[in-house]
């Protein structure tokens, strides 16, 4: 259920499973315990959303102990951890322009250096170029060479740097098929020899915030004023209003149905530009005009289990990372499996499944470490958390 909004903030205090709660200071009975510690680093609304104390609660009477991480202590007083699950999105993006996030994260890096044993979840490399819809675009546009078997694609598109780029917008106008969607992003020509029967979507570059689900539909040339650089314009495929959601934990991944937006015709037409709220739209329970397809729209076939597997292996790969989200829709036209986003650790609304799952890997992960370095809480001959994720 969602909870009533307010501004993300970090964890206050560092809490075990057992209920101690002493900012800095672990608890004797935990550390004597034997169990595996497991750190979460997560924002209040991150916490709340996935029910934090209750999977601490799941893990506890499976020799796991689930440690919140407080960010503005010395996080080497809170541990030792032999796993940190974590999403800095927000430290990251922050860091850019605010002189305490910058500390929040280097405080984090030095910790993790300091800790070569210490597994992370994912790695923050690997997290942070899905931050850059400039770096996730790319990975995306080169899966239908190694997919293509699977036929699976993602749409074309355009990266707009500035709204003074006049040559790029022109080039929008010759080679991507209205409607068209607006992701904030950047110039970054692609292949470009098919958009028939395509749409344009407008997105952010920076894919985090409430601002990176802000977006467009733009249907003709004279829509392009409405663009916001820097941002992304997408082809809109066609989908029959039903958005697919790739969840992943590790080796398993989970597919959960939404609602996305409707079918429009093909091609330039005079309807104004349509903006919305891309995580209002795919709700669960979301209702809407944009959602709304005609009666007489066939039922599409549901992704083939074997090409969504193949396509969570090969992003595994890329990635390097165990905990992600993939969106992809079905084209009408071909019934091709299309990927428009990928998600650093989401939601993961709908899974019923994701408590044992995230264990299930949480311990593949810690039967990995042992093997390597016998000896709990070993600092030395361990892989360096920062390369190790799966």
């Known amino acids: 259920m969602e909870m009533e909004r307010r501004k993300d903030a970090l964890p206050t205090l560092p809490v075990c499973v057992c209920g101690h709660s002493s900012v800095g200071v672990p608890h004797t009975r935990c550390l004597m315990s034997g169990s595996s510690r497991v750190g979460f680093c997560l924002s209040d609304k991150k916490r709340r959303r996935i029910n934090l104390q209750a999977f601490a609660d799941f893990c506890a009477g499976h020799g796991v102990e689930v440690v919140e991480i407080d960010l503005t202590q010395p996080m080497g007083p809170q541990g030792p951890f032999d796993v940190i699950v974590h999403k800095l999105s927000d430290v990251i993006v922050e860091a850019e322009h605010d002189s305490h996030s910058q500390q929040l ?76 969607s607006q992701c904030t992003l950047s110039l970054y020509p692609t292949n470009t020899s098919s958009f028939s029967l395509l749409t ?88 809407s005009d944009l959602t709304a397809l005609d009666k007489q729209m066939p039922l599409l076939p549901p992704p083939s289990s074997e090409a969504v597997a193949a396509l969570v292996k090969e992003l595994r790969l890329q990635l390097g990372m165990a905990l992600f989200g993939v969106d992809v829709i079905i084209n009408i036209h071909t019934h091709t499996l299309t990927v428009i986003d990928i998600n650093i650790f989401p939601g993961y609304e709908g899974v019923p499944q994701f408590f044992s799952a995230l264990l299930s890997h949480i311990q593949s992960v810690l039967g990995k470490q042992t093997a390597v370095s016998p000896e709990k809480n070993q600092t030395s001959g361990a892989p360096s958390a920062a390369a190790t994720s799966l």
């Open 105 to 180: 994260l280097a405080n984090f890096q030095s910790f993790v250096s300091d800790n070569p044993s210490t597994v992370l979840l994912d790695p923050l490399p690997a997290m942070t170029q899905l931050l850059d819809r400039f770096v996730s675009y790319r990975i995306m546009s080169e899966l239908h060479n190694s997919l293509q078997d699977w036929h699976v694609c993602s749409p074309p598109y355009l990266e707009i740097h500035s709204a003074g780029d006049l040559s790029s917008i022109q080039q929008a106008v010759t080679t991507l098929s209205f409607p068209l």
């Open 200 to 287: 344009v979507v407008c997105k952010t570059r920076v894919a985090h915030g409430s601002l990176s689900h802000e977006m467009c539909l733009i249907f003709s040339g004279g829509g392009l004023a409405d663009v916001r650089a820097p941002c992304v314009l997408q082809s809109f495929v066609n989908h029959g209003a039903v958005l697919h959601k790739v969840f992943v934990v590790g080796e398993r991944h989970f597919c959960v149905e939404r609602p996305s937006l409707k079918n429009f015709h093909p091609g330039p037409c005079d309807r104004k530009t349509i903006f919305f709220n891309s995580h209002q739209v795919s709700k669960p329970e979301s209702s």
